[in-house]
């Protein structure tokens, strides 16, 4: 399967926060995060201290306005529905277009982000990428809302 969007970021953007591909229904919505049940947003929201973006053109513009740019450590993959854990034959993005246009942190959500990155990407941008927890529904008992709001406060 190849990724189905282009990256969100501009000249502005400094910070990159990298999921590890979209699930079925973020790609059903065409946007990054795009499940309901996923957290992404009400924390950035809480983090920023706005109300939270509807539209994908509102979080669009919410993460631009605040030197964001999103994207996924994988351009293509085998990967049964949302599952990380079924991803095989991975192919990373290109993330140089990004970091010729600023980007000076990057930000991985989940641990197969993380592993992802660190395998396909690292020696590519030399840019360590810190972790951040998954904002995923199935991530609720090990990371209540209030502790992801705490963890995702760096990018503030």
């Not at 990724?3 to 973020?26: C, E, I, N, T, Y």
């Not at 992801?148 to 760096?154: G, K, R």
Request: glycine share 6%; hydrophobic share 40%.
């Amino acid at each position: 399967m190849k990724h189905p969007f282009a990256p969100v970021f501009d000249k502005h953007s400094r910070l990159l926060v990298l999921g590890s591909f979209p699930s079925p229904r973020s790609r059903e919505n065409g946007f990054y995060y795009g499940h309901p049940q996923n957290r992404f947003w009400p924390v950035l929201a809480a983090v920023f201290g706005e109300r939270l973006p509807a539209t994908n053109e509102e979080k669009r513009s919410f993460v631009l306005k605040h030197g964001i740019a999103l994207w996924d450590v994988l351009e293509s993959c085998l990967i049964t529905g949302a599952a990380d854990s079924s991803i095989r034959e991975e192919r990373a993005n290109d993330f140089t277009p990004l970091i010729e246009a600023g980007i000076r942190r990057i930000y991985v959500t989940g641990k197969a982000a993380h592993l992802l990155y660190n395998k396909h990407c690292l020696a590519l941008t030399g840019i360590e990428a810190l972790y951040l927890p998954s904002t995923s529904s199935a991530n609720r008992a090990h990371w209540p809302l209030e502790k992801l709001i705490e963890a995702y406060s760096v990018l503030r």
